[in-house]
C-alpha cells in the first residue's frame, strides 16, 4: 500500500514538471533546478492564454481618456480665439505665437519624453504628463492676460506632448498582436471624437458658460484618466523588453485575474536579458531608417492640413468670405454665432467616417493602399475647395477634405506602433509624433498669417502638402498589416 503511494506520489511531482507549451518551441524556454521549476512564455502566447476582456477594456479607456484630454485641449484654441481676439484685443501675430508655442513645446516634449518613456516605463511618463495637463488647463481657464495663458499654452503643448505617444503604446502593448490595430484606431477615435464633440459642445455651451468653464469642460477626462492609471501596472512589454521579468510576470497575472482567467504559478514571461532602450541611433539605423522618415514625412503633411484646418474652418466660417481679404478685417471680433458653430460642427463630423473606414480597410486590404488612393482623393478635394460655388458645396467639400485627413491619420498611426520594437516603440513614436507637430505649428501659424492676406493661399498651402505627401505614400514600401509585435 505504501508503495503504490510513494510510485503515484512521484508520477504526480513528474507530471507536474510538464511544461504548458512546448519545449522545443523557439519561443519558450524550460528551466529546472532543486528549488524552482517554471516554464518562460513569450508574451503573444500569455495573451492567447489570457485572452481579451476587462484588462484590455481598462487599459484601453486610459488611452482613450486621455487622447480625448490632449486633442480637447488643442481644439479649443480654435474654437474659444474668437472670444480672446476680443476680451484682450489680439493681433494676428499674438495668436501666431499662441499656437507656435504649443505646437513647438508639444514637439520638443514628445521627442525628449518618447525616449524617457523607453528608459523609464511608460506609467510614470503618462503619470506626469496627466498631472500637468491638468494643472496647466486650470491655470489657463483662469489667466488674467494674454501672456499668462501664453505661458499656460505652453505647459499644456508639454503636457500632450508626453501624453500622446505614451497612450498610443499603452493600447498598442496591452493586448496580443492581432488587436494592435483595435487599440490604436480607439485612441485616434478618442482624438476626433475630441475635435467633433469640441466643436458640437462649442455649439451649446461657448456662448452661455463663456471661454474659461468650456475650456475646463473640454480638459475635464484628464482627471479620470490620472485616477485609472494609479490602478493599472505599467506595459508588461516595456517591463519585458527592459529585462524585468518579475515585474513584467506580476502584471500579466494581474491582467489575467481581471479577465477571470489565471495564469499557472510555473509560468514566467520571456525576457531578453539586457537590451539597449530608447535609442534614437537605433530609430535612424540602417535597419528603421527609411520607415521612421517615410512616416515622417507622411505624418508631417498630413498634420499641417489637419491642425491647418482645424484653425482655419473657424475664421472662413466666421468671415463668410471666399478669398475676400478685406471681409476678414470686418470680422475680426464678432466671434462665432450659433450658425457658424453648427457648420463647423457638421463639416467635423467627417473625421469620424474617415477613421472607421480606414479602421475597416486596413484590415481587408492593408494599410499601404488605401492611403495612397485617400491621399489622391486629398488632392482633388482641396482642388474643388477653390470653388465657392455656394454655402452647401462648400460645406460638403469641407466635410470630405476632414474625412480624408482622418482616413490617413488613423492608417499612419496604425503603422507607427507595429513598424518598431518595444525597445525603441515609444521613442520612434515620439519622433514621429514630434514631426506631425512640426507640422501643426506650421499649419497654423501659416493660417493666422495667410489667412488676413486671402483664404486661397491657405488652400494653396494645404495643397502643396496633400502633394508631398503623396508621393511619399507612393514610395513607400513597407506593409505592416500581417507584422506579429516584437520586443527587441
Same mark, same amino acid.
Given at each position: 500500500?505504501?508503495?503504490?503511494?510513494?510510485?503515484?506520489?512521484?508520477?504526480?511531482?513528474?507530471?507536474?514538471?510538464?511544461?504548458?507549451?512546448?519545449?522545443?518551441?523557439?519561443?519558450?524556454?524550460?528551466?529546472?533546478?532543486?528549488?524552482?521549476?517554471?516554464?518562460?512564455?513569450?508574451?503573444?502566447?500569455?495573451? %492567447?492564454?489570457?485572452?481579451?476582456?476587462?484588462?484590455?477594456?481598462?487599459?484601453?479607456?486610459?488611452?482613450?481618456?486621455?487622447?480625448?484630454?490632449?486633442?480637447?485641449?488643442?481644439?479649443?484654441?480654435?474654437?474659444?480665439?474668437?472670444?480672446?481676439?476680443?476680451?484682450?484685443?489680439?493681433?494676428?501675430?499674438?495668436?501666431?505665437?499662441?499656437?507656435?508655442?504649443?505646437?513647438?513645446?508639444?514637439?520638443?516634449?514628445?521627442?525628449?519624453?518618447?525616449?524617457?518613456?523607453?528608459?523609464?516605463?511608460?506609467?510614470?511618463?503618462?503619470?506626469?504628463?496627466?498631472?500637468?495637463?491638468? @494643472?496647466?488647463?486650470? @491655470?489657463?481657464?483662469?489667466?488674467?492676460?494674454?501672456?499668462? /495663458?501664453?505661458?499656460?499654452?505652453?505647459?499644456?503643448?508639454?503636457?500632450?506632448?508626453?501624453?500622446?505617444? !505614451?497612450?498610443?503604446?499603452?493600447?498598442?502593448?496591452?493586448?496580443?498582436?492581432?488587436?494592435?490595430?483595435?487599440?490604436?484606431?480607439?485612441?485616434?477615435?478618442a482624438a476626433l471624437v475630441s475635435v467633433v464633440l469640441v466643436t458640437v459642445l462649442a455649439y451649446f455651451l461657448l456662448n452661455t458658460v463663456g471661454w474659461r468653464y468650456f475650456t475646463l469642460i473640454s480638459g475635464s477626462p484628464a482627471v479620470p484618466a490620472f485616477i485609472f492609471l494609479m490602478f493599472l501596472p505599467d506595459s508588461p512589454r516595456y517591463l519585458c523588453a527592459s529585462g524585468q521579468q518579475d515585474k513584467s510576470t506580476e502584471a500579466v497575472r494581474y491582467m489575467a485575474k481581471l479577465n477571470c482567467k489565471e495564469i499557472p504559478e510555473n509560468v514566467?514571461?520571456?525576457?531578453?536579458?539586457?537590451?539597449?532602450?530608447?535609442?534614437?541611433?537605433?530609430?535612424?539605423?540602417?535597419?528603421?531608417?527609411?520607415?521612421?522618415?517615410?512616416?515622417?514625412?507622411?505624418?508631417?503633411?498630413?498634420?499641417?492640413?489637419?491642425?491647418?484646418?482645424?484653425?482655419?474652418?473657424?475664421?472662413?466660417?466666421?468671415?463668410?468670405?471666399?478669398?475676400?481679404? %478685406?471681409?476678414?478685417?470686418?470680422?475680426?471680433?464678432?466671434?462665432?454665432?450659433?450658425?457658424?458653430?453648427?457648420?463647423?460642427?457638421?463639416?467635423?463630423?467627417?473625421?469620424?467616417?474617415?477613421? !472607421?473606414?480606414? +479602421?475597416?480597410?486596413?484590415?481587408?486590404?492593408?494599410?499601404?493602399?488605401?492611403?495612397?488612393?485617400?491621399?489622391?482623393?486629398?488632392?482633388?478635394?482641396?482642388?474643388?475647395? /477653390?470653388?465657392?460655388?455656394?454655402?452647401? +458645396?462648400?460645406?460638403?467639400?469641407?466635410?470630405?477634405?476632414?474625412?480624408?485627413?482622418?482616413?490617413?491619420? !488613423?492608417?499612419?498611426?496604425?503603422?507607427?506602433?507595429?513598424?518598431?520594437?518595444?525597445?525603441?516603440?515609444?521613442?520612434?513614436?515620439?519622433?514621429?509624433?514630434?514631426?506631425?507637430?512640426?507640422?501643426?505649428?506650421?499649419?497654423?501659424?501659416?493660417?493666422?498669417?495667410?489667412?488676413?492676406?486671402?483664404?486661397?493661399?491657405?488652400?494653396?498651402?494645404?495643397?502643396?502638402?496633400?502633394?508631398?505627401?503623396?508621393?511619399?505614400?507612393?514610395?513607400?514600401?513597407?506593409?505592416?498589416?500581417?507584422?506579429?509585435? !516584437?520586443?527587441?
Amino acid at each position: 500500500m505504501t508503495a503504490s503511494w510513494w510510485r503515484f506520489w512521484k508520477d504526480r511531482e513528474k507530471s507536474n514538471e510538464v511544461p504548458l507549451i512546448n519545449s522545443d518551441s523557439p519561443t519558450s524556454a524550460y528551466t529546472s533546478n532543486e528549488e524552482d521549476t517554471f516554464t518562460e512564455m513569450d508574451l503573444n502566447e500569455i495573451y %492567447e492564454i489570457m485572452g481579451t476582456g476587462f484588462s484590455q477594456v481598462l487599459y484601453w479607456t486610459l488611452s482613450i481618456l486621455v487622447a480625448y484630454s490632449d486633442y480637447a485641449d488643442l481644439t479649443v484654441i480654435s474654437v474659444i480665439m474668437p472670444s480672446l481676439r476680443c476680451e484682450w484685443d489680439l493681433d494676428t501675430y499674438f495668436e501666431t505665437c499662441i499656437t507656435f508655442v504649443t505646437f513647438g513645446s508639444y514637439a520638443l516634449f514628445a521627442i525628449i519624453f518618447g525616449k524617457i518613456s523607453d528608459r523609464y516605463g511608460r506609467k510614470t511618463v503618462l503619470g506626469w504628463g496627466l498631472f500637468t495637463l491638468t @494643472v496647466g488647463t486650470v @491655470v489657463s481657464a483662469f489667466s488674467p492676460n494674454k501672456w499668462v /495663458f501664453l505661458a499656460t499654452r505652453f505647459v499644456v503643448g508639454a503636457s500632450v506632448g508626453i501624453n500622446y505617444s !505614451t497612450a498610443i503604446c499603452f493600447a498598442v502593448e496591452c493586448a496580443k498582436s492581432s488587436l494592435r490595430a483595435l487599440g490604436c484606431s480607439l485612441v485616434v477615435l478618442a482624438a476626433l471624437v475630441s475635435v467633433v464633440l469640441v466643436t458640437v459642445l462649442a455649439y451649446f455651451l461657448l456662448n452661455t458658460v463663456g471661454w474659461r468653464y468650456f475650456t475646463l469642460i473640454s480638459g475635464s477626462p484628464a482627471v479620470p484618466a490620472f485616477i485609472f492609471l494609479m490602478f493599472l501596472p505599467d506595459s508588461p512589454r516595456y517591463l519585458c523588453a527592459s529585462g524585468q521579468q518579475d515585474k513584467s510576470t506580476e502584471a500579466v497575472r494581474y491582467m489575467a485575474k481581471l479577465n477571470c482567467k489565471e495564469i499557472p504559478e510555473n509560468v514566467k514571461v520571456k525576457c531578453v536579458e539586457e537590451q539597449k532602450c530608447g535609442s534614437f541611433s537605433m530609430v535612424l539605423n540602417e535597419e528603421n531608417r527609411t520607415t521612421a522618415i517615410g512616416l515622417s514625412v507622411m505624418y508631417f503633411c498630413n498634420i499641417v492640413i489637419e491642425f491647418g484646418y482645424i484653425v482655419y474652418l473657424p475664421l472662413f466660417f466666421s468671415t463668410n468670405n471666399c478669398g475676400k481679404a %478685406e471681409e476678414v478685417v470686418k470680422g475680426r471680433c464678432e466671434g462665432l454665432t450659433q450658425d457658424d458653430l453648427l457648420d463647423l460642427s457638421i463639416a467635423s463630423t467627417g473625421s469620424l467616417v474617415g477613421l !472607421t473606414c480606414a +479602421f475597416a480597410l486596413s484590415l481587408c486590404v492593408g494599410r499601404i493602399i488605401p492611403m495612397r488612393v485617400s491621399s489622391f482623393l486629398m488632392i482633388i478635394s482641396l482642388i474643388l475647395l /477653390f470653388f465657392c460655388v455656394n454655402e452647401t +458645396f462648400t460645406l460638403v467639400s469641407t466635410s470630405l477634405v476632414k474625412l480624408l485627413e482622418s482616413f490617413i491619420n !488613423t492608417c499612419i498611426w496604425i503603422m507607427i506602433p507595429e513598424s518598431f520594437p518595444t525597445n525603441i516603440r515609444s521613442t520612434a513614436t515620439g519622433f514621429i509624433n514630434a514631426w506631425g507637430k512640426i507640422g501643426g505649428m506650421v499649419g497654423t501659424t501659416a493660417v493666422y498669417l495667410l489667412f488676413s492676406i486671402n483664404s486661397f493661399a491657405v488652400l494653396g498651402l494645404f495643397l502643396v502638402c496633400a502633394v508631398i505627401g503623396f508621393i511619399a505614400m507612393m514610395t513607400y514600401k513597407k506593409e505592416t498589416k500581417d507584422v506579429v509585435l !516584437t520586443d527587441s
